[in-house]
């Protein structure tokens, strides 16, 4: 009796106080477990949705199959427009529509979602609303499946990130519990949708922070990751998102190590433009008359007649990085769009996400490090210049993870994570120089894709307590 009347009125009842008491073991065991079912039944949610409602939009209505990577069945995608008049409209109605389900129930569901769970997690992590998944799901949903530039990764963070500030409120977690149940949210459910369950354990211990790493979080998200992969997969399937790219490669020389340096110092510049291009976008956008209904839908018509010229801006991207990965499929892009596409894919995704409307920016981050590796190939190619692979997939793979990796002050759970949606490994040793490279370069300039960010664990405690709201801004000046 005297137990039940301890428990009376208190957040989450017995349950609740039994995980509150628990041990280190046996809580993150069984939050763990909880928030890795939901990222991984999240995932396979959204990417039947998704994947449906771009079929019907994009396929039925604007005639046009977008290719696919190997996990998502690999289809060579179609050979041009049957109806180009179509895309236009397609891409602007799925904005519209998505902008319209937003500003109705969540606002806060626009944009890219990461940074608001990010900042969930430094601020308040009992702060994401119930409401905001499904709302970020459907208009997602609508605005991908429309042909508008964004990542899947973006929903699926939020859904199972939503899931933990759920039991932070409903359980009476604390302060700190409840960071790292968010942390785990946001790095299963990426690594869920991208098939990369280390990765994915890695990126939430260190997504929250520029220059630090919260260990914290590191160890129950390999049960949560490890969790939401084998639900994801026994649906859907363990295949990598890539298939296995590279299997047999092997160094020849030293000086194929300047390449990756090379690769190092164009992922960094083509990354800080994604940052720069992206909130500039925010930015303008916020200036610029119009609602928030009509803003994404002005982007989505922008991005629809861009597709006319460049049809690999539409959609995430994944199945030109599979196409890119070939020697055979490159050669048959035009080169001019090889070049160009970093710079359209950024500017795609800055008038689709950048201007209010949903989905992710790390999917867009890699196709944007894919054509940079590949464009490097293909110009390499046509010289006579030592150390340069026979296949472009050596150098897509690595620009995956310099680009992005930098950028997102994550490089070490991007570089995992990319390996392991690739199956490739074995170039690890180039690509940890070009990742290196590229992250001391952007390191320097103090941007990062995610704004939410903290420097490091002291300015996010300093934050909290209130003793130097400026802390994070003055340890990046100084860096700099």
Sequence with gaps: MSGARDTDGEPGGWLGAFIRNAGYLRKWLILGIAIGLIAGLGAVVFYLTLH????????????????????????????????PWAIPLVTTGGALVSALVVARFAPEAQGHGTDDAIEAVHTD????????????????????????????????????????????????????????????????????????????????????????????SLIPGFITSGTAYAVLGSILGFEPLFGFVITDYRFQSAFELSWYALIG????????????????????????????????????????????????????????????????????????IVIILPIAKIVATSLSIGTGGSGGIFGPGIVVGA?????????????????????????????????????????????????????SFSVLPG?????????????RTNVSIYKAQRLNREAAEAEREGQSGDFGALGGAERT
């Design 52 to 83: 449906y409602t771009g079929e019907f939009l994009l396929g039925y209505l604007g005639g046009y199959d977008i290719p696919t990577a190997h996990g998502d069945g690999g289809a060579q995608g179609s050979a041009g427009f049957d109806r």
């Design 125 to 216: 992590p009992r702060a994401i609303r119930g409401r905001v998944v499904f709302v970020k799901m459907i208009a997602s949903a609508l605005t991908i499946g429309s042909g508008g530039s964004g990542g899947r990764e973006g929903p699926t963070a939020q859904i199972s990130a939503g899931f933990g500030s759920l039991l932070t409120r409903r359980l009476g977690l604390s302060d700190g519990d409840g960071r790292i149940a968010v942390s785990l949210g946001i790095g299963s459910g990426i690594g869920a949708i991208f098939g990369a369950p280390f990765g994915g354990a890695v990126l939430a211990a260190s997504i929250i922070y520029r220059e630090d790493l919260d260990y914290r």
């Design 371 to 423: 054509f940079v590796g590949a464009a490097l190939w293909r110009l390499a190619e046509m010289t006579s210049l030592p150390g340069i692979p026979d296949t472009p997939a050596v150098f897509v793979v690595v620009a995956m993870m310099a680009c992005f990796g930098s950028v997102s002050h994550a490089p070490v759970a991007v570089t995992i994570m990319v390996g392991e949606m690739t199956g």
């Design 431 to 443: 690509g940890i120089i070009a990742v290196g490279i590229a992250y001391l370069l952007v390191s």
């Design 265 to 336: 110092i164009v992922a960094a510049a083509v990354g800080y433009l994604y940052a720069r291009i992206f909130y500039g976008t925010v930015a303008l956008t916020r200036r610029l008359p119009g609602g928030p209904v009509l803003k994404p839908a002005v982007g989505g018509l922008l991005v629809g007649l861009l597709a006319l010229a460049i049809p690999q801006v539409l959609g995430s991207g994944y199945g030109w990085i599979q196409l890119a990965t070939e020697k055979d499929t490159l050669m048959e892009i035009s080169l001019w």
